[in-house]
């Protein structure tokens, strides 16, 4: 007989991340910048992304927690950008749950 322990070892499995809520919202090009600052005022926004008619992705940005109306300024200004250049565009939103 040996005196030899074996450390325990955790059986539980690993928890699989779940996968995000995946929302899409057509709207126009003047109704996207006031859209995406409720939504994200909304909060548990992971992703954004911005398709034009055809479907061609414009604009894709992370959204980080914490992130305050000063640091996404240049991000507001690209999105005023892209919507001026089309009529209709899609908005992708993908949450956490």
Do not use: C, Y
Request: proline fraction near 7%.
């Amino acid at each position: 007989m040996t005196n030899e322990q074996t450390p325990l070892q955790d059986e539980t499995p690993p928890q699989a991340e779940k996968p995000p809520r995946v929302d899409e919202f057509s709207v126009t090009g003047e109704q996207v910048v006031d859209f995406l600052k409720k939504a994200l005022h909304e909060g548990n926004i992971r992703r954004v992304v911005l398709r034009d008619e055809s479907g061609k992705t414009l604009l894709e940005f992370p959204v980080t927690i914490g992130v305050v109306g000063v640091l996404l300024a240049p991000v507001w200004a690209a999105v005023g950008a892209a919507a001026a250049l089309v009529a209709r565009m899609t908005i992708v939103i993908e949450r956490t749950k």
